[in-house]
């Protein structure tokens, strides 16, 4: 897949590409030892001649350029940069190192890209689409078997072990590093799972995510082993009722800033604090993406977006709640790729 062409050169006689998720991006190919210069004729993916043969079966439309012995990607791609007579060289300030943005900032002047990049993949094409569906079904189809998996005795690493090898099992791997919480742990958004045992009458919370084909997906649930407190029910409908009227009065078109209200100001103004994230943030080829559904980002969210929806509610050393789709964002609403269940599962 060769989508160099889809990005303008403004102002640029060139682009160089550095970072793994950006080259994967431009090229469909999974490759970090490589540096990518997208010019206004022709682009050339620099690496050596280990990925040769595959790349160019799979980027036929791309020039590979081989590095000589001992020489580095960034060093070639100089040479190359040169001998196309730029003068003017596009970078990713994100994601380049100092020792090497030295080396074109001698010859060439350089210019920070990072934000045009970041919007060109921020709206999804048909094909990423498809991937990331198939990837929350992946998502799907574990949190079911986590179901009929999880009692009492389990400790969170025992489960965080188990929704992970489902993922690998069903064809996927890991978006993100997986979040397993029981008990009073489920008031740390992010916490990292341990010894806790999972006891009866307990709460949960899991965050987890499958990558297939190169593209991430995301979900959060929270549950309950036995019967909750009078709290926790009217905690999660008030979490699940603040999620529900963001999806559906979100729309292309709204700021990021318009949307995480729609969420934010549904809360009572006295646990507005215990809210402590954003509402959502993009996600494709890596699992946070621009743009971002927070009070911080005034810019506006584009049709074919696709984003978490996420929020939570969170009352430190007692518990926490948290629940997660994602969305296609169109002119006419939201597309939800989730499709677990969101009532209070009780098991």
Do not use: W
């Not at 993916?45 to 990925?51: E, K, P």
């Not at 978006?175 to 307990?202: C, M, W, Y």
Request: hydrophobic residues 40%; proline residues 3%; contains cysteine.
């Amino acid at each position: 897949m060769n989508r160099t062409k889809n990005i303008v050169l403004n102002d640029i006689d060139a682009l160089l590409i550095t970072s793994q998720s950006n080259l994967f991006y431009f090229t469909g190919y999974a490759n970090a030892d490589a540096v990518l210069i997208i010019g206004s004729c022709e682009s050339y993916y620099i690496s050596d001649d280990r990925v040769k043969e595959e790349f160019e079966e799979l980027c036929s439309d791309i020039t590979f350029v081989s590095i000589d012995m001992g020489q580095t990607y960034y060093a070639k791609a100089v040479e190359i940069l040169k001998e196309l007579r730029a003068k003017v060289v596009g970078y990713e300030e994100d994601y380049i190192l100092f020792k090497h943005y030295v080396l074109f900032d001698e010859f060439f002047d350089m210019i920070r890209y990072s934000n045009q990049i970041s919007d060109l993949r921020s709206i999804k094409d048909f094909f990423e689409i498809e991937q990331i569906v198939l990837a929350q079904k992946i998502t799907d189809e574990v949190f079911q078997n986590v179901l009929d998996y999880i009692r009492p005795g389990i400790t969170e690493l025992e489960l965080a072990s188990y929704i992970n090898s489902n993922i690998f099992a069903l064809g996927g791997s890991l978006a993100f590093d997986t979040i397993v919480a029981f008990g009073r742990n489920t008031s740390k958004p992010h916490a990292h799972p341990g010894k806790e045992i999972l006891q009866k009458n307990d709460i949960v919370t899991i965050d987890f995510g499958a990558k297939y084909n190169g593209y991430c997906s995301d979900m959060t649930r929270s549950f309950c082993i036995g019967k909750p407190t009078n709290e926790y029910l009217d905690t999660y409908n008030l979490v699940l009722g603040a999620q529900t009227n963001a999806i559906n009065k979100m729309n292309a078109g709204l700021t990021g800033k318009a949307i995480d209200a729609l969420a934010r100001n549904y809360f009572p103004s006295n646990l507005a604090s215990f809210f402590t994230h954003s509402l959502g943030h993009s996600l494709g080829i890596d699992i946070h993406e621009r743009p971002n559904l927070s009070p911080l980002f005034a810019g506006v969210i584009n049709e074919n977006v696709v984003t978490s929806i996420e929020p939570g509610l969170y009352f430190p050393g007692e518990y926490g709640i948290r629940i997660e789709d994602i969305v296609i964002v169109k002119k006419s609403g939201a597309q939800n790729l989730t499709k677990s269940s969101k009532q209070l599962i009780i098991i």
